[in-house]
């Protein structure tokens, strides 16, 4: 069963550095987001991507974050200089069209 | 702002047993709303999917139902297995693109 696979599924990092999460979608779909949850806390948007752009995004995707589609099978999402905040795990999902989200394991990120 | 609550928090039950989980959401202009089950340090699957325009899907032993009008929907679990034990999330979809997620009920079935 097709499935969506991200990539680190641990990172640890120090604050200050760059991290780079990659998600590989479900290839026939066309709708790409990036979720995280806090520790403890509810899954929240972050963004979502169509037609290669940004379509929607939240108010937690500030300046420090951007979504990449390098190539026809990759979807990235981009922390240019890590807070302790950042701390948690990235969900990346996608969808075939207005319905069903399907998400991929998990990206988890520790900011030290 | 859309806001989901689900209750209760946390649920325990005996095996074999019926159970009911509740998620309510503030805004009632839902394009959909969806059933996730979360393992601890896992991903979210997806169960059940309810578009705006339904009242209820099925699958195996868990059916969902939907209220807009009264921004509820209740996510049902016939004979419950210790294999169910896990955090159920409610996400209500507002506008194109935004799902809206509760805090989850985190399950136990007891053998």
């Known amino acids: 069963e097709p499935e969506v696979t991200q990539t680190p599924s641990h990172q640890v990092t120090q604050m200050g550095q760059e991290v780079i999460l990659r998600c590989v979608p479900i290839?026939?779909?066309?709708?790409f987001y990036w979720y995280r949850q806090i520790l403890g806390q509810k899954v929240e948007f972050l963004v979502s991507?169509?037609?290669?752009?940004?379509?929607?995004k939240s108010e937690i995707f500030d300046d420090q974050f951007s979504v990449e589609r390098p190539d026809g099978s990759n979807f990235t999402l981009k922390i240019r200089s890590t807070k302790l905040e950042d701390s948690a795990m990235y969900f990346c999902?996608?969808?075939?069209?207005?319905?069903?989200?399907?998400f991929g394991e998990g990206s988890r990120l520790t900011v030290l | 702002k859309q806001e989901v609550t689900q209750i209760p928090a946390a649920l325990s039950v005996p095996e074999g047993e019926n159970l009911v989980l509740n998620c309510s959401f503030t805004?009632?202009?839902?394009?959909?709303l969806q059933w996730f089950r979360q393992d601890p340090g896992k991903g979210l699957t997806s169960l059940l999917l309810?578009?705006?325009?339904?009242r209820e899907q099925t699958s195996g032993r868990l059916n969902a139902s939907l209220d807009k009008s009264s921004g509820r929907s209740t996510l049902y679990i016939a004979a419950s297995q210790p294999g169910d034990s896990a955090t159920y999330l409610c996400?209500?979809?507002?506008?194109?693109?935004?799902?809206?997620f509760g805090t989850g009920t985190r399950l136990t079935v007891i053998p």
């Open positions: 309810i578009q705006s325009s339904q």
């Open positions: 290839s026939n779909h066309l709708y």
């Open positions: 999902a996608s969808a075939a069209g207005a319905g069903e989200l399907f």
């Open positions: 996400a209500a979809k507002t506008g194109a693109n935004n799902l809206f």
């Open positions: 991507f169509y037609n290669n752009e940004i379509s929607e």
């Open positions: 805004d009632s202009a839902i394009y959909n």
